[in-house]
Structure formats: C-alpha cells, structure tokens
Nanobody, 115 residues
Framework: QVQLVESGGGLVQAGGSLRLSCRASGSIFRINVMRWYRQTPGKQRQLVASITSWGRTTYADFVKGRFTITNDNAKNTMYLQMDSLKPEDTAKYYC?????????WGQGTQVTVSS
C-alpha cells in the first residue's frame, strides 16, 4: 500500500502563489508516475500536471506557463508550484501516484483564490 499526504493549500489573492506538496510513503516503487488533479463541486476531476520518475512532465493547457511540477525522488515528494493564480484555479487539489498498474490517491488540499 501507498499513502499520499498533500499539504500547502490555502487562501491566496489572485496573482499570488502557492506550493503544494505530496509526500508518498509505504510500498514505494522507483518507477512511477505522479499527477496532480483538481476538482470543484459538481464537476469532474481534471488532470492538472504529471511527472514521471524519470522527469518527464506534462501540463494541462489551462496551467501552462503558470504551474510547475517537480519531484524529489530522494524524499518521495512531489511539488506543484502555482504562480499567477486565478480565481478559476479554486478547487480541491489531489495527488495521484501510479505504480505497478495501481493508482493511489491522497485526501486532497483546498486551494482558494480570491479576486
């Protein structure tokens, strides 16, 4: 089993920044893909960004140029640096880890951007 714990959410004004963290523990495999998703009430969860254990990254169009995903394999921790935040970025952000064809989820951290 893998446990994922997110942190770093909060309330920020539009134009501000936040950094989310996701720490993995338990049965950690070296080869993995980690992702950030977000979800607002009544809407489907949407993929924000992903990073493989070998460093390949992808971003949703709506965050390109504003968000940066990184991974510290030594600490089993993934980060999402969010800059130039907009009110529409308000959501609960979830960490996801895929390894050995299994998916694990964190409990989420709330990000609220005020206008």
């Amino acid at each position: 089993q893998v446990q994922l714990v997110e942190s770093g959410g909060g309330l920020v004004q539009a134009g501000g920044s936040l950094r989310l963290s996701c720490r993995a523990s338990g049965s950690i495999f070296r080869i993995n893909v980690m992702r950030w998703y977000r979800q607002t009430p009544g809407k489907q969860r949407q993929l924000v960004a992903s990073i493989t254990s070998w460093g390949r990254t992808t971003y949703a169009d709506f965050v390109k140029g504003r968000f940066t995903i990184t991974n510290d394999n030594a600490k089993n921790t993934m980060y999402l640096q969010m800059d130039s935040l907009k009110p529409e970025d308000t959501a609960k952000y979830y960490c996801n880890r895929e390894q050995s064809e299994k998916n694990y989820w964190g409990q989420g951290t709330q990000v609220t951007v005020s206008s």
